[in-house]
């Protein structure tokens, strides 16, 4: 069984509905069950490659009078399906994978690897409050030998959207942003992040095995989702300026460079990664912490700048955004020392 091959279980995954119950009512410590209304709602196509995420409405039976559980959790599952769904739609010579069984093994042990760096996040990030992020129910990771079967089981956000990249945004978004990394930072000062998942390069060994040519095959692709002659521009763009950068680990080895203590970042905050209020558009959570690495913070905030805000807004305020994230960093070091001046 492999995380490409169409499955029986949730959203076409190997994951199925007795595991996910036993595992969340393990999780909730109840004795209720799912009832017959129970449902999966596909929430995440269009939005990413990596996995399969679902709205789960859980319709519980026979808990107790006093319970309070959740009506609906977002599973998120480790799956090549959205990658195998994109590959279809290209022609040919564009396809990343065809006859090529090396490029699929590459691409689900990454799967495998990403999903357990996001596992450890959430594992090491869940003993400290007030973060802006999901609440994590459970995590199962892949470990060393299982195939199948990694999940993740999050708290739904409730009357959240993402921020969406096509949108306009505020620079006040991004400055709420800014002092949310800044606080998740200060926590990996606070407790040193010992894991091994979160001192390896995703990139690295991807550029090895998937051609540049692949690559910018896989951004073609967009063209099936959005065929506007914008959207060929940046394409053609694109085409010109990634050739210099492909290649490059250099955001996995600047820390060392410059002398700072890394912290944990992101590694893919950009607009879709962002959850806000629908009503007010305030930050509610940072999602997606697949890629996260131990680096420099900045990074994230120089990430979700880019996606959100215009050239000239982030121009004229990148240094304000920088001083907001550092403040609130050291705002919440607890006596710990600081990895770098503002200076």
Not at 35 to 51: E, H, Q, T
Not at 106 to 129: A, P, Q, S, W
Not at 297 to 324: K, N, Q, S, W
């Amino acid at each position: 069984m492999s995380l490409h091959a169409i499955s029986d279980g949730i959203l076409e995954t190997p994951v199925t509905w007795a595991d996910f119950e036993q595992r969340l009512r393990t999780a909730l410590g109840t004795e209720a069950r799912f009832g017959a209304d129970k449902s999966v709602l596909d929430i995440g196509d269009g939005n990413g490659f990596a996995s399969k995420c679902g709205l789960i409405t859980c319709d519980w039976t026979g808990g107790a009078d006093d319970e309070q559980l959740p009506k609906r959790v977002v599973l998120k599952i480790p799956s090549a399906l959205p990658f195998r769904k994109m590959n279809d739609t290209l022609p040919p010579a564009q396809r990343m994978f065809d006859g090529n069984d090396a490029a699929w093994e590459m691409m689900e042990r990454k799967l495998r690897e990403v999903h357990d760096v996001e596992v450890v996040i959430y594992d090491f990030l869940e003993e400290f409050k007030g973060l802006t992020m999901a609440k994590k129910y459970y995590g199962q990771a892949f470990g060393m030998v299982a195939k199948t079967g990694g999940q993740i089981c999050l708290e739904y956000v409730e009357n959240s959207r993402m921020m969406n990249f096509h949108e306009k945004h505020t620079v006040e978004q991004i400055k709420q942003i800014a002092q949310a990394i800044g606080k998740i930072q200060a926590c990996s000062l606070k407790k040193e992040p010992t894991a091994p998942e979160l001192k390896k390069d995703f990139f690295e060994e991807f550029m090895t095995t998937i051609s540049l040519e692949g690559f910018l095959g896989m951004f073609k692709g967009m063209i099936t989702l959005d065929g506007s002659d914008n959207m060929k521009e940046l394409l053609e763009k694109l085409e010109v300026i990634l050739p210099k950068y492909y290649g490059s680990t250099r955001n996995a080895t600047i820390h060392k460079e410059m002398g700072f203590r890394p912290v944990i970042v992101n590694r893919d905050l950009r607009t879709e990664n962002v959850l806000i209020d629908k009503d007010t558009g305030d930050l509610a959570a940072m999602i997606d912490w697949q890629t996260a690495h131990i680096g420099v913070g900045v990074e994230d905030l120089h990430r979700i700048a880019m996606f959100a805000l215009t050239t000239e807004e982030r121009r004229a305020h990148t240094p304000m955004l920088v001083e907001e994230m550092y403040s609130s960093l050291v705002e919440h070091l607890d006596g710990a020392e600081p990895p770098y001046s503002l200076d």
